[in-house]
């Protein structure tokens, strides 16, 4: 059974509300992240394979060159649409932001009733995007890749897990939850295979260790 957070204090009713609210949850089908299908285990081999291996370097970096949570369509950004999708019975105010929904977050397989207690992680991050080719990207080519729903870079997971990964590989960090290890992987080298990014030889090294039991 996942485990379901609330961090706010509440009134005696509302803690009432939220316990019946808690049980419904609880008792409700597993929300699952709706992250697309990463490639095969044999595929993301095949893939890695073909990876130019480099040193990353970080001179220039500057979150802001990736412009990230443009408007998708209507009032909804990249970040409301990856809410939207990843979420369970999500329900959306007229800006399109997330009032009401339960997102269950793959990395550490807990469950969270607010919009706020969840981040959208880049998969791979900006930051080791930058290290690996993409300091000499287009400014256009950049915005794609930190709002790409196409391919699988963009998951709504636990904000603090998010935030402890930060800029980290799979050399320094994987998910907690090890049945969901393989897709990660997966998911990183189908990314880092499309936007023809390099790996460093101990992220390449960890990939190849994770992805041989896919």
Known sequence: MPRF??????????AATALISA?????????????????????ARSYLATLTVATEDRTGYN?????????QSGTC?????????????VQQDS???ATSGSW????????????????????????????SGADSWTTSRRQSFANDL????????????NQAKGDQDPATWMPSRTAYR??????????????GLSVDSAEKSALQNHLASC
């Open 95 to 97: 800006s399109c932001a």
């Open 150 to 161: 196409t391919r699988p870079q963009l998951i709504a997971v636990t904000d603090n897990v």
């Open 182 to 195: 393989c897709t990660y992987v997966r998911a990183w080298v189908q990314v880092k295979y499309y936007y």
């Open 63 to 71: 979150r802001d060159l990736f412009p990230h949570w443009i408007t």
């Open 5 to 14: 957070y609330a961090r706010r204090r509440l009134s005696v009713a509302a």
């Open 23 to 43: 049980a419904t949850l609880f008792n409700a089908p597993t929300a699952s992240a709706a992250l697309p299908t990463p490639v095969s285990g044999a595929t």
């Open 77 to 89: 950004n990249t970040r409301e649409v990856v809410l939207k999708r990843d979420g369970t019975n």
């Open 104 to 131: 269950y977050s793959p990395y550490d397989g807990a469950t969270w009733s607010a919009a706020s207690d969840v981040d959208i992680d880049h998969l791979v991050p900006l930051a080791e995007a930058w290290d």
